[in-house]
């Protein structure tokens, strides 16, 4: 079994920042990429910024430049530093994986959500 954790969501005024990781933990297997996810009420899940096992990173356009993703390999943990906060970051953010297989269809793996709140 496959868990992912997230942890450092909470309430942050708009202009300021805060900092999410994500940690898996389980059934041992090698992550090829990680990514984090918002969505709020009535819209679809969206992506936020995703990197790969190499460290080549893909952001939303709606974060480049405030936020900045990052790995680690061997502790199989990701962080997402948000700053320059605004009110429309406001979401519950989701930690994604997914594991590295020779073929097929990879596994993917899903956080439970953290909020985030920023106040105008």
């Known amino acids: 079994q496959v868990q992912l954790v997230e942890s450092g969501g909470g309430l942050a005024q708009a202009g300021g920042s805060l900092r999410l990781s994500c940690a898996a933990s389980g059934r041992q297997f090698v992550i090829y990429a990680m990514a984090w996810y918002r969505q709020t009420p009535g819209k679809e899940r969206e992506l936020v910024a995703r990197?790969?096992?190499?460290?080549?990173?893909t952001y939303a356009d709606s974060v480049k430049g405030r936020f900045t993703i990052s790995r680690d390999n061997a502790k199989r943990t990701m962080s997402l530093e948000m700053n320059n906060l605004k009110s429309e970051d406001t979401a519950v953010y989701y930690c994604?994986?997914?594991?590295?297989?020779?073929?097929?269809?990879?596994?993917?793996?899903w956080g439970q959500g953290t909020q985030v709140t920023v106040s105008s």
């Open positions: 990197i790969i096992r190499d460290g080549t990173t």
């Open positions: 994604w994986a997914d594991e590295l297989v020779p073929d097929g269809i990879p596994p993917e793996f």
